[in-house]
């Protein structure tokens, strides 16, 4: 089992900037893809970022967020990162971590996931 804490959410003009951690615990050497999805009111949760742990660490991101936000990780520390640069009030939104295990996936859809956090709200005002 593997348990997934989100921190450093928070309120910013638009413009600025946060980074979001996702440390993992329990049984991380399991997890192989680690991903960042998020979900406003009244909308249905997104994909935001994915990292596959592999060599060459792959990465992927959603149009919203490509070439704003960066996805990394610290392996050392069982942590996954989200630098999100030039918010934009449509990022507002709860932002939650998840990790899967080996396997098939596609990094895009929160049903390829096995393990969630409780999420970090992010709020971003014009």
């Known amino acids: 089992q593997v348990q997934l804490k989100e921190s450093g959410g928070g309120s910013v003009q638009s413009g600025g900037s946060l980074r979001l951690s996702c440390v993992a615990s329990g049984s991380t050497s399991e997890i192989w893809l680690t991903a960042w999805f998020r979900q406003a009111p009244g909308k249905e949760r997104e994909f935001v970022a994915a990292?596959?742990?592999?060599?060459?660490?792959?990465?992927w991101y959603s149009d919203d967020v490509k070439g704003r936000f960066t996805i990394a990780g610290d392996y050392a520390r069982n942590t996954v990162y989200l630098q999100m640069n030039s918010l934009e009030p449509e990022d507002t939104a709860v932002y939650y971590c998840?990790?899967?295990?080996?396997?098939?996936?596609?990094?895009?859809?929160?049903?390829?996931?096995?393990?969630w956090g409780q999420g970090t709200q992010v709020t971003v005002s014009s």
């Open positions: 990292l596959h742990k592999s060599g060459d660490d792959t990465t």
């Open positions: 998840a990790a899967r295990e080996a396997g098939q996936f596609n990094p895009y859809v929160p049903s390829g996931y096995d393990y």
